[in-house]
């Protein structure tokens, strides 16, 4: 089953969605779609929650650390510690993403 579709999203706006009980902040980038836990490592915020994309990352609203959809690597204070990335797959227009394990190997935030 499909965890969201292609057509719900739109570009370089995060997305919102649970997987498997795990919160997930996918986003479009033209033709490809990142997913990210959607927890901000640094106090735990939503990134969706009014995050903003740049370039190929997104930035928490509450505090402003921007993490790399690629590697959920911080590139500014006040987060520290990364947040988990997610293989996604696109067939058509489902999107399904695999939370079992972290591509990047980051700590699932606790919450
Ligand atoms: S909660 Fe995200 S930067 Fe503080």
Redesign the pocket.
Same mark, same amino acid.
């Given at each position: 089953m499909a965890h969201a579709r292609l057509s719900d999203l739109e570009d370089v706006t995060p997305y919102r969605v649970d997987v498997d009980g795990v919160p997930v902040c996918l986003v479009k980038l033209g033709d490809d779609v990142r997913a990210v836990h959607d927890t $901000?490592s /640094?106090?735990q915020?939503s990134l969706s929650e009014g995050g903003l994309v740049f370039g190929n990352g997104v930035e $928490?609203s509450? /505090?402003?650390?921007t993490f790399d959809l690629d590697t959920g690597k911080p590139s500014s204070l006040?987060?520290m510690t990364p947040i988990p990335t997610f293989s996604v797959s696109v067939e058509g227009d489902d999107i399904h993403v695999d939370v079992s394990t972290a591509t990047n190997d980051a700590p699932f935030p606790e919450h």
């Open positions: $901000c /640094h106090q915020w $928490c509450l /505090h402003g650390s006040p987060a």
